[in-house]
């Protein structure tokens, strides 16, 4: 049985599937969004030591928040064959686990590209947030053209209106006119944002996965997929 934090179930809202990687010194949650490839990772350290790694339904956690919306306490973690077993304050908390291997998100996180922007967190939703007004209802799309020193954000709606801003950033790197669903984008940098006022954004090019993160090394990642506008 393991002691887990209850700050390691926090963030379970954002995440369709929730697993848990107990390694040698530490636990490491991953959360998946199952529409915008998105991951997140944060490890907590624990005492134990064997190996096991558990894929947890997403309705369980949040079903666990609940029950811990009163209580500030550590959680004893009991995993058997098919099932997981959460205890606290006289409580218990039973969900059976899906079978079959998390995807692999390391491949998703690592050598994304060269292309590194740096951008104030609060400008950029902001100009996003502008843009989104004017998006085609159907699939949110938003344009950005990467430039040294800055980035043009633009969006259209069905009837061809069209609205463009300017925002200056920390870039040097190529030119790169890339499309997101800006719904997604700002859900990103709303959650960067509880940890870090300032934006890295690391690209390849216009096709590519992009990673998003705050100004921490060790803070979480989320990989964003660039769709066409």
């Given at each position: 049985m393991q002691m887990i934090s209850?700050?390691?179930f926090k963030q379970g809202e954002k995440a369709s599937v929730i697993t848990l990687e107990i390694m040698r010194k530490c636990i490491k949650s991953i959360l998946a969004k199952k529409k915008d490839l998105g991951a997140l990772l944060d490890a907590y350290t624990t005492p134990q030591h064997n190996a096991l790694k558990i894929i947890v339904p997403r309705k369980a956690i949040m079903e666990l928040l609940k029950l811990l919306a009163e209580v500030d306490a550590d959680i004893n973690l009991l995993v058997a064959e098919n099932h997981v077993r959460f205890g606290f304050a006289n409580l218990i908390l039973t969900a059976r686990l899906f079978a079959g291997e998390f995807p692999n998100y390391q491949g998703l996180?690592?050598?994304v590209g060269t292309n590194e922007v740096l951008a104030d967190n609060a400008l950029l939703q902001a100009t996003l947030s502008r843009a989104a007004v004017l998006c085609d209802d159907k699939n949110k799309?938003?344009?950005l053209h990467f430039k040294p020193g800055k980035v043009e954000i633009f969006a259209t709606d069905g009837?061809?209106?069209?609205?463009?801003?300017?925002l200056e950033i920390a870039?040097?790197?190529?030119?790169i006119d890339i499309g997101f669903n800006v719904k997604y984008l700002l859900e990103i940098l709303k959650a960067i944002a509880s940890t870090s006022t300032q934006v890295r954004i690391i690209m390849q090019d216009a096709t590519s996965r992009v990673l998003l993160q705050g100004l921490d090394e060790s803070s979480a990642k989320y990989v964003i997929m660039p769709m066409r506008i």
């Open positions: 209850y700050e390691l996180i690592t050598d799309g938003v344009g009837n061809h209106d069209k609205i463009e801003d300017v870039y040097t790197g190529a030119n």
